[in-house]
């Protein structure tokens, strides 16, 4: 059987933008090496470890989401805690995503394409394949459109034959609903009494009853998220998707678990231990949280005081010097200078724990923990879905069931604070829906901002979070630079529909 190759194959949208408009674009484009039929299996494994292994790197995850997250904090080179991107990976990533999504178009196509689809039926029913192509890409383009706002949607997703280079861009405001509805016809396609995929689908092994689940959970999420900016439909979506079934355990969670050998190990794990990048500590703000002690040198009131968390030693990792902020567990304080950080050093701050640099680690995509805080969220912080949301989150991280009901029996009652910070802390790893939720709700409040002190250093001096952009946590990332060359006249149309190009410019969903 020919195997995937994924030079050849992948055609990005970006790329396709590069290349420009001519009538022999597809002869040009032709590689004579190219298999003709590739197997949709591998178009979706492709994709799967593509989005996982772009999302959660170490320059997306490790230096964007878990910074601005403030999970992490770098101990070198700190310009991206302080909001100073790197163009060249800005652009880099926008061609990533949209590159990845060719994956997932091709196997929808292949399935609806008359002379093909009973050959590629033997990988898995047709609609079941195409729905999860579907979910799948739907969870791609919500992250997209949370990190910009307004994108390419529409036109970017047309079939080969109406390809657009020059896509114009949407408004969040009709894509929320657009992939909500994708969403709910992707959820009514699968088929459980047909296959699901027999190979290829690293996340749920073909089992499309929790791919439906995911579907609806997703849009749970979408749902909660849009409510502030239109409640009525974002109710509607919320009372469908629970009536279509979410998540109802840990067995259901959304991950894509890597391999303990080369090629196919963790992104995370090869920046620390492949290619020596050992650039990330876990910040003071998360340790302080997690152990229960008022937050940063601003002291900031921690909502679980006297509780330390047992999520702290797999998270974080002990200091293997501790000349500067002492033994144990000790995070680096959050957005400070190169000099300072590094006067600290790799050694002298909590590295993430072993298990999230584990070869072998999972990458999640959505679990059972976040549904439950929704659940409490929209029940008027209902306690019971409080406590089975962090139980979820302890059980899933390996906590042992003595420490895990200790640990739910000194809990605060659930509130808007606790139920979202306790939110926050599940999503560790996360970075991108832990940042999402503080800008949606300005939880959890132990983040420090732009100007406040981060620390008091070893002669008691404070030191204060300094950004190089902007004068606070942003709302949005700023569009590529090589849209602004490339896609010229519907960037500036896009920007004139959102709003300024700049981290301040709050989302659609993203109201006061």
């Known amino acids: 059987m020919k195997t995937l190759n994924k030079i050849a194959v992948v055609i990005s949208l970006p790329i396709l933008i590069l290349a420009g408009c001519t009538k022999d674009f597809e002869e040009i484009n032709t590689n004579p090496n190219r298999p003709i039929d590739v197997p949709t299996y591998a178009f979706m494994t492709s994709a799967q470890k593509q989005l996982c292994d772009n999302i959660f790197d170490e320059w997306w995850g490790g230096r964007q989401s878990m910074l601005w997250a403030q999970y992490w904090a770098q101990n070198n080179y700190t310009d991206e805690d302080r909001y100073n991107i790197r163009q060249n990976v800005n652009n880099g990533y926008w061609r990533a995503i949209y590159t990845i999504l060719v994956d997932l178009n091709e196997i929808i196509e292949l399935n609806q394409d008359p002379e093909k689809k009973d050959l590629l039926s033997a990988y898995g029913a047709n609609e079941n394949q195409i729905a999860s192509a579907r979910i799948l890409r739907a969870w791609a383009l919500q992250h997209l459109t949370d990190l910009y706002g307004d994108i390419p949607y529409f036109e970017a997703l047309k079939a080969k034959s109406d390809r657009v280079f020059l896509p114009p861009y949407d408004k969040q405001s009709d894509i929320y609903p657009a992939i909500i509805q994708e969403l709910t016809e992707a959820a009514a396609q699968i088929d459980l009494s047909k296959s699901g995929w027999v190979q290829g689908d690293v996340i749920y092994n073909g089992d499309m009853a929790k791919w439906k689940k995911f579907a609806n959970s997703l849009k749970l999420r979408m749902a909660l998220r849009m409510k502030k900016a239109d409640p009525t439909n974002a109710q509607k979506y919320i009372d469908e998707a629970i ?270």
């Open 243 to 512: 009536a279509g079934g979410v998540f109802t355990s840990n067995d259901d969670v959304a991950d894509f678990k890597y391999m303990p050998s080369a090629p196919n190990t963790a992104p995370m794990y090869r920046a620390y231990y492949i290619d020596n990048r050992t650039d990330f500590a876990v910040t003071a703000q998360f340790v302080d949280l997690l152990k229960g002690i008022p937050v940063g040198g601003a002291q900031k009131p921690n909502p679980f005081a006297g509780l330390e968390d047992p999520r702290l030693p797999i998270f974080a990792a002990p200091v293997k010097d501790s000349t500067m902020l002492g033994p144990g567990y000790q995070g680096m304080p959050y957005g400070m200078p190169d000099e300072i950080t590094k006067a600290i050093g790799a050694q002298g701050s909590s590295w993430p724990g072993d298990l999230i640099l584990a070869a072998d680690f999972a990458t999640i995509l959505m679990d059972y923990a976040e549904v439950e805080f929704i659940l409490s969220e929209i029940n008027n912080w209902d306690q019971t879905h409080y406590e089975n949301g962090v139980k979820a989150s302890l059980d899933y991280w390996g906590v042992d069931a003595a420490t895990r009901d200790a640990f739910l029996a000194a809990l605060p009652p659930a509130s808007e604070e606790t139920v979202l910070t306790q939110k926050y802390i599940a999503l560790y790893t996360q970075g991108y829906e832990g940042w999402s939720e503080y800008r949606r709700t300005g939880y959890p409040k132990t983040l420090v901002h732009p100007g406040e002190v981060t620390w008091i250093d070893l002669s008691g001096n404070p030191v204060q979070f300094e950004a190089l952009t902007g004068n606070d946590i942003p709302r949005r990332l700023t569009y590529p630079q090589e849209e602004q060359t490339v896609n010229v006249t519907n960037y500036k149309a896009a920007v004139a529909q959102f709003g300024e190009d700049v981290f301040s410019t709050r989302m659609w969903w993203d109201k006061p």
